[in-house]
């Protein structure tokens, strides 16, 4: 288990740098070609370099997915971007298209290849397979147990490592190979346009009784009845790493920085606990306080135990037990720091310190001053910069948040 690596997610530079200051050991970001998200989280080649760049001086791998599924004109140019990733310092990249991977196989034979979760591999035969085809890695199908994962591990040994997935959105359509965008919005999820119309709110209308709409589950915020729930493994990840797993990945390259500083936050300590015998229930419940303090859709423990929803809560559509107030930008003399802005907070507010290793340490705001050093009650216009004391060992990055009231 000691080899393990924390997989973490990025769309810009700001998230990759959070991801690996949080505790990642590797990223994966999209490029410019054949990236399975909006072309707003892709990063340009020049932008590939300064992310391996970043990543490399300290330690860390870089991963760039060419996951789309491909036509003929990107199978075709996939060797010159493959050779372009390589020499612009990609660890290696996350293939779903056989072709791609022939071609990348022989026009770039230096360069490391992930085959994708969109390749849907369940069995070891299919890996042998990968292996054979000179992939280093195979990032299992997100519908297999943990049964299932400890017995492939079993029959491939070191042939392929193993990679799976441990948190963050569950896609509805098998291994996310989703027709339902495609249709209604002609934007199809396998070609990186995906407009998540599972998460869109739908009502029934009976044949006979045209329009007369009928909501399918109601509740406060209506009810989007076929978005999928979010995965959550930190209950049981000392069994996922039991299982013979290489990497362990969370999911979210449309997720803000503090998104994925927090959660890889989370990971990270849970991960280095079980590896250094420290692991505890306490810390558990704690780990899973920190990650109830981001945006989610109620949890589940995925298919690692069978059907998806025989391990789900039914709460409502998005939780979220935090606010994001700001990142710490600059620090002062005696504890005094210069925080960004992101969401207003006054005198008198309790916020709380999200910094590696840590859980989030709560203080009260005694006094508050606007970047002209006027003293002010309130910080509230986005972006600017406002100066508070924190009682805690601080550090630029940090990140700051405040419960929210229910």
């Not at 299992?140 to 392929?160: F, N, P, S």
């Not at 490592?161 to 027709?179: D, I, K, Q, T, W």
């Not at 280095?272 to 306490?282: C, K, M």
């Not at 998806?308 to 005094?336: I, M, T």
Request: hydrophobic share 40%; proline share 3%; charged share 25%.
């Amino acid at each position: 288990m000691r080899g393990v690596e924390l997989l973490a997610p990025a769309g810009d530079m700001d998230t990759l740098v959070a991801a690996e200051r949080f505790g990642a050991d590797a990223v994966y970001i999209g490029g410019p070609q054949m990236q399975l998200r909006a072309a707003s989280v892709g990063f340009t080649i020049e932008g590939v370099a300064r992310a391996a760049a970043h990543l490399h001086s300290r330690g860390k791998r870089l991963y760039v997915t060419v996951n789309a599924f491909a036509d003929q004109r990107e199978a075709d140019a996939a060797g010159a971007y493959g050779r372009a990733l390589l020499e612009c310092g990609a660890d290696a990249v996350i293939v779903s298209d056989l072709g791609v991977i022939a071609r990348l196989r022989a026009e770039v034979p230096e360069l490391e290849i992930h085959v994708s979760t969109q390749a849907n591999c369940q069995n070891a035969d299919a890996a042998r397979v990968y292996a054979q085809m000179g992939c280093r890695r195979v990032v299992l199908g997100r519908e297999m147990a943990l049964e299932d994962i400890r017995q492939a591990h079993a029959r491939l040994g070191e042939q392929i490592e193993l990679e799976v997935f441990v948190h963050g959105a569950m896609c509805m359509a098998y291994s996310g190979r989703c027709m339902i965008s495609a249709s209604l919005t002609d934007r199809s999820a396998n070609r990186g346009a995906c407009a998540q119309s599972c998460r869109w709110r739908y009502h029934l209308m009976e044949e006979k009784r045209p329009g007369q709409f009928f909501p399918v589950e109601e509740d406060d915020r209506g009810m989007t009845i076929l978005s999928s729930l979010d995965l959550n493994a930190m209950p049981f990840l000392d069994q996922v790493l039991e299982s013979g797993v290489r990497s362990l990945k969370i999911e979210g390259r449309m997720k803000t920085p503090y998104y994925v500083a927090t959660v890889v936050n989370a990971y990270r300590q849970r991960i280095d606990a079980i590896l250094n015998g420290s692991d505890s229930p306490d810390l558990i419940r704690a780990l899973q306080r920190e990650l109830n303090a981001v945006s989610h859709r109620p949890y589940s423990s995925g298919f690692y135990f069978g059907q998806l929803r025989k391990h789900a809560s039914d709460e409502g559509v998005y939780l979220q037990d935090c606010r994001f107030v700001g990142v710490v930008r600059q620090l002062q003399a005696n504890g005094w720091i210069l925080v960004e802005l992101r969401n207003k907070f006054t005198v008198g507010d309790t916020l709380e310190l999200v910094s590696p290793g840590t859980r989030g340490a709560s203080f009260a705001v005694e006094a508050l001053y606007d970047e002209d050093g006027g003293e002010i009650y309130e910080a509230r216009v986005p972006q600017k910069l406002y100066a508070l004391r924190c009682p805690y060992p601080v550090a630029p990055g940090d990140m700051l948040r405040m419960r929210i009231e229910k």
